[in-house]
């Protein structure tokens, strides 16, 4: 048996993460703060009643240990993980004008939280297994007013190819997914807000429109697959053009 880990499976990226790895035949854990969010998509979907789901916040360090120490003691191993868990930004803004306190959020849970979900995830890994860390365009370039967290996925970055490096000797490959503006859960809440901003966003795309969601996960699945057993420490940026133009 193959076994997958997604975190923040219940919604966006990591949600057709789970879905894809279920239809590949693994035996899937995802993971998220909200369990009734992820009742919701069991109704819509099925196939995934076999996930098992930990309710779980990776920004608390006790819940992030227990869900790995529940991981090993269940299965004994892991196969294949996606790092994904990322929370709305809470730190918009000028870096001048943020709260300090916000800061040290974004920070702390799409790095760090990213980097010990990493270290527990290899503790659980053999020779042929596969991580993809969901990093950004915003990590291979300026973000003004989401400063924080560009440097966070800049970070990530970092953190993919040295890990990567690291290794490679125990037949462990690392790599990265870099999606530039996707059609996700968090852009349909904004349209509330903004209702021509789907339009308004897509003209800056040079391919003019946002990414759909399976686009992000072929790129994940590829790098998880073993089409992929020379690709080590790659970014694979999937942005319809957004980080050239």
């Known amino acids: 048996m193959k076994v997958a880990l997604v975190t923040g499976g219940s919604k966006g990226i990591g949600l057709y993460s789970v879905l894809r790895l279920v239809k590949q035949g693994y035996k899937v854990i995802t993971c998220s703060r909200s369990k009734n969010i992820w ?11 076999s996930v098992d789901y930990q309710s779980v916040d990776i920004a608390d360090e006790q819940q992030l240990d227990r869900l790995f120490a529940y ?6 191993k892991l196969d294949v993980a996606v790092n994904n868990a990322s929370p709305a930004l809470s730190s918009r803004g000028y870096l001048s004008q943020v709260d300090v306190a916000l800061l040290k959020e974004t920070l702390h849970v799409d790095f760090l939280c990213q980097a010990l979900c990493l270290r527990s995830e290899l503790k659980l890994m053999e020779a042929g297994a596969a991580i993809v860390n969901v990093s950004s365009v915003n990590g291979l370039r300026p973000t003004p007013n989401a400063a924080m967290y560009s440097a966070a996925k ?18 462990v ?12 859960p968090r852009w349909e809440e904004r349209q509330l807000e903004n209702s021509n901003i789907r339009a308004d966003v897509a003209d800056v795309v040079p391919i003019n429109r946002f990414g759909e969601i399976d686009e ?6 590829f790098l998880l697959s073993d089409k992929a057993s020379y690709i080590v420490g790659h970014t694979l940026v999937v942005d319809g053009g957004l980080s050239l133009a």
Not at 39 to 49: G, M, N, S
Not at 71 to 76: D, H, N, R, S, T
Not at 173 to 183: E, L, Q
């Open 71 to 76: 991981v090993e003691a269940q299965y004994g």
């Open 39 to 49: 009742l919701e998509v069991v109704q819509k979907y099925p196939e995934l009643k």
């Open 154 to 171: 800049h970070a990530l970055e970092g953190l993919t190819r040295s890990v990567a490096l690291e290794s490679i000797k125990s037949g």
């Open 216 to 221: 992000i996960v072929n790129a994940i699945e």
């Open 173 to 184: 490959r690392i790599n990265a997914v870099a999606p530039g503006v996707t059609w996700t």
